[in-house]
């Protein structure tokens, strides 16, 4: 089966390249976080912790090739080894033949337990997904909560403007002050989109290789089931 380091490997040197990135534009980037640093605190958190359930998605994966490992050794020891999460459908199936390190396996026990074992996979992206799209969501509403700052204080300026003084220099001072507002209410919305943007492509090239590590485990758990399974089949098709 592959092994997931090589996934670790790119992985984190996805992670070390934004973070030069993001070291080069680092002035740029703090004005733009500091626009509003509650909610673009908020965006960087979610991020973080989906990089950590996208890792964990993977490094979940060494326990279960040391299982399947011990397991084709043949050797006794396999009922030491701590109960899979991911292959727990395989694990219960064998039952107390996985105890006596033996392997029997009908051909419709095999695609149950393959489904179940993807369906659990399935179950773990699905949280990576759900942070990719709350990245994206917190982005748009930083937006639409800037650009709604925006109007409010657009149109407070514009009611508070007097044109009735004969200082013309007083009137502009009072434009010029009003108008801080709707440009920090813009630097919420721009910033917001882009920590939220940049977060959910950050954490989808992270799923993406957390995905093909499982891929690459199911399909190397299926090949190696159905020859054992191919087998048990010859055996139990054989006249007694």
Same mark, same amino acid.
């Given at each position: 089966m592959s092994n997931p380091k090589h996934t670790l490997f790119w992985m984190t040197l996805f992670l070390a390249v934004v973070g030069v990135v993001c070291a080069l534009i680092y002035k740029p980037l703090q004005a733009a976080f500091m626009?509003?640093?509650?909610?673009?605190?908020? &965006? %960087?958190? %979610?991020?973080?912790?989906?990089?950590v359930i996208t890792y964990r998605q993977v490094f979940v994966l060494f326990p279960e090739l040391r299982w399947v490992a011990q397991f084709r050794t043949g050797h006794a020891g396999l009922s030491v080894l701590q109960e899979p999460r991911l292959l727990?459908?395989? +694990?219960?199936?064998?039952?107390?033949?996985s105890k006596r390190d033996?392997?029997?396996? =009908?051909?419709? =026990?095999?695609?149950?337990? !393959?489904? +179940? &074992?993807?369906?659990?996979?399935? /179950?773990?992206? /699905?949280?990576?997904?759900?942070? &990719? =799209?709350?990245? &994206?969501?917190?982005? !748009?509403?930083g937006t639409f909560w800037g650009l709604l700052g925006t109007i409010n204080s657009v149109g407070e300026v514009i009611v508070n403007l007097d044109m009735g003084q004969e200082d013309f220099g007083e009137v502009f001072a009072g434009l010029q002050s009003g108008l801080l507002?709707?440009?920090?209410?813009?630097?919420? +919305?721009? *910033? =917001? *989109?882009?920590?939220?943007?940049?977060?959910? !492509? %950050?954490l989808g090239f992270l799923d993406i290789q957390a995905g093909h590590a499982q891929n690459r485990f199911y399909d190397g758990l299926e090949e190696w089931l159905t020859g054992v399974t191919n087998l048990v089949d010859r055996v139990d098709d054989a006249p007694e």
């Open positions: 626009a509003n640093w509650v909610f673009n605190l908020l &965006i %960087v958190c %979610v991020l973080l912790i989906g990089v727990k459908p395989l +694990a219960r199936q064998l039952d107390d033949d033996r392997f029997s396996l =009908s051909t419709m =026990s095999l695609r149950t337990v !393959l489904d +179940a &074992i993807h369906s659990r996979m399935d /179950e773990q992206r /699905e949280i990576t997904r759900y942070f &990719i =799209s709350l990245l &994206i969501f917190l982005g !748009l509403l507002k709707p440009l920090q209410g813009m630097g919420t +919305a721009f *910033s =917001s *989109s882009l920590l939220g943007l940049g977060g959910s !492509l %950050v």
